[in-house]
């Protein structure tokens, strides 16, 4: 919420015309502008704003403008001159509960400088006087006193940092079992996954085998589209930092990932401490270490990941992840931008509802935009709507190309290892990037042979575990849907089933 103080004053830095509207609305120079900031909220009472009267009427101007230069701007460039030309990356931080998820990303942050020395004490007096000293680092990411008082995530926290080439959207996920809807938001917005599990005796197989959440995790991020995994083998000094624990992680591990779908290539296993930072943003100097592992440090090896290519052609979406109220009109939106691109002033259409309204703002990571484009995880503060009609899960798109909602879709499905045959009928909860909403499989088109995906049978009487097929499903409320061919991150969902986690799929046809 501290973005909200903001809002007021942003989205007008448009370097031409813009800028006009942009002296009249601001109050002159910079300077001013912080002043101002602080009385934010009493700003719409002001005698001053109130004689403004003309200059409100000039503010749709800059949006016109923007709309003119929507044709011209070239995004590319944009992209290329934002942050020296640095690629975004999108990465999720999963893994089994107490594998140490938010101490290692929490310590890193520490580490890069983006924690400042006094904060980080207050956090370790505070953990101290909790009976919690070692959660000193999690508190980075952890914010919540819920969080706190449990010492489990339950949120997806997000943050941002830098890397020699690359600019990082960290986004911390929940590895408790009653969180995982929670961590399938997080893990549709990612591009790629650093997977933490824990090196010590005995916890590593809890993670590993059945009911834990290191397997559940791996699969649920390979099916929403991330192709690139680094495993961060935490608490190796537990071990002592033997070879054989870690070549025996490494070798289960792998075999499985690579059943998952994950390519050898792709995947990359770095032996690592959270608590005592060892391997993460330097390399390591622990001797026992340093004889057998001559690999990168964490952060060298997010920094050598790919950045995927990004939709920035195609007609903009944004898939909703949070409403809130704003201090002025309108309120704001965050979400993740899947494709395409928006300035301020744009009109943009919300789909279920059905309804334009129109970017007054664009916040990207506490600092106001002109402009966002695919990739980016942006606060849009909108007018011209009533926040009743928008939900978590709606999207919104370019009125001139929307995005289809629906309530019965055809799709592709691959069944994990479910104990319940799924037969017509069968009641499934739909996770589809922030949305979940309840379902039924209504019909069983026809099964699939797995790598070829010709018709093996058609009109199946049940579905059983590691089955392709094509199925049809039906949705209580309409979901805003994109065909898989034609958005691959608009195009894939997961079904649960009771609690765990039944099938992945993608989007084949749209019924209405």
Known sequence: MTVCGKKPTMGFDVPSAGNNGAAVRRGGSPENTTAQDSST??????????????????????????????????????????????????????GHVDAGKSTLMGHLLYLLGNVNKRTMHKYEQESKKAGKASFAYAWVLDETGEERDRGVTMDVGMTKFETNSKVVTLMDAPGHKDFIPNMITGAAQADVAVLVVDASRGEFEAGFESGGQTREHALLVRSLGVTQLAVAVNKMDQVNWQQDRFQDITSKLGHFLKQAGFKESDVYFIPTSGLSGENLTTRSSVSQLTSWFSGPSLLEQIDAFKAPPRSVEKPFRLCVSDVFKDQGSGFCVTGKIEAGYIQTGDKILAMPPNETCTVKGITLHDSPM???AAGDHVSLTVTGMDIIKINVGCVFCDP????????RFRARVLLFNIEVPITQGFPVLLHYQTVSEPATIRKLVSVLHKSSGEVLKKKPKCLGK???????????????????KDYKELGRFMLRYVGSTIAAGVVTEIKE
């Open 41 to 94: 909220p009493k700003r719409p009472e002001t005698p001053s704003k109130a004689s403004n009267a003309d200059d409100a009427s000039s503010v749709p101007t800059p949006g016109r403008v923007s709309g003119k230069t929507k044709q011209t701007i070239n995004i590319k460039d944009e992209l290329e001159k934002r942050q020296g030309g640095k690629p975004l990356l999108n990465l999720v931080v999963i």
């Open 370 to 372: 002109d402009w966002a």
């Open 400 to 407: 001139k190309e929307p995005i289809r909602a629906c309530t």
């Open 466 to 484: 590691g089955m392709n097929a094509i199925v049809e499903i039906q949705t209580q409320r309409p979901v805003s849907l994109e065909l898989y």
